[in-house]
T-cell receptor, first 113, second 113 residues
Framework: DAGVIQSPRHEVTEMGQEVTLRCKPI?????LFWYRQTMMRGLELLIY????????DSGMPEDRFSAKMPNASFSTLKIQPSEPRDSAVYFC???????????FGDGTRLSIL | QKEVEQDPGPLSVPEGAIVSLNCTYS??????FMWYRQYSRKGPELLMY????GNKEDGRFTAQVDKSSKYISLFIRDSQPSDSATYLC?????????????FGKGTLLTVNP
């Protein structure tokens, strides 16, 4: 079975540019999560979707961050404008339903210069 | 006090050793406990998932939860070089926010051949 698929795997861009990260959850999973991982703060939940609807975006750091889930098989996380402090690894995870174990993709390693 | 504390290591052991990894937590509402394994430049991979107190065994891995002490452990028997990775504990509460995982920062384990 295909796991959670994220693209791109690596992104290097200059400060001020728009960045779009993409995620395809596991087929049949109704819950989707975006996380950010840094050395200082570890893994932090940014936003949670259930059945394509954003349920909890309290972890989104600023208005520069936005996320969408137009259908059950695709989600995006956008940063506009990007800043060097946004540099991190961004993970997407999905689960069958919200209280079931979450399965992670391999992440997007983002560097903002 | 952080909600979840995990010794970052690094922990280095010889092949065949028994490894003990631990986390402590402060939130008594946590009911679901997980261990994830994360290889370098990969996403976290679910190893063990337990509910409430007790032990759970899966092959060489045993997870223990002691809710009275707010302490969870992962034991790895007959450790192998392929077990070299970062191990993350994660936990969540029961109820409305049961999707919200709180992670430890991870323990880096190296198993030397």
């Amino acid at each position: 079975d295909a796991g959670v698929i994220q693209s791109p795997r690596h992104e290097v861009t200059e400060m001020g540019q728009e960045v779009t990260l993409r995620c395809k959850p596991i087929s049949g999973h109704n819950s989707l999560f975006w996380y950010r991982q840094t050395m200082m703060r570890g893994l932090e939940l940014l936003i949670y979707f259930n059945n394509n609807v954003p349920i909890d975006d309290s972890g989104m750091p600023e208005d520069r961050f936005s996320a969408k889930m137009p259908n059950a098989s695709f989600s995006t996380l956008k940063i506009q404008p990007s800043e060097p402090r946004d540099s991190a690894v961004y993970f997407c995870a999905s689960s069958l339903v919200e209280d079931q174990p979450q399965h992670f993709g391999d992440g997007t390693r983002l560097s903002i210069l | 006090q952080k909600e979840v504390e995990q010794d970052p290591g690094p922990l280095s052991v010889p092949e065949g050793a028994i490894v003990s990894l631990n986390c402590t937590y402060s939130n008594s509402a946590f009911q679901y406990f997980m261990w994830y394994r994360q290889y370098s430049r990969k996403g976290p991979e679910l190893l063990m998932y337990t509910y409430s107190s007790g032990n759970k065994e899966d092959g060489r891995f045993t997870a223990q939860v002691d809710k009275s002490s707010k302490y969870i452990s992962l034991f790895i028997r007959d450790s192998q070089p392929s077990d070299s990775a970062t191990y993350l504990c994660a936990m969540s509460a029961r109820g409305g926010s049961n999707y919200k995982l709180t992670f430890g920062k991870g323990t880096l384990l190296t198993v030397n051949p």
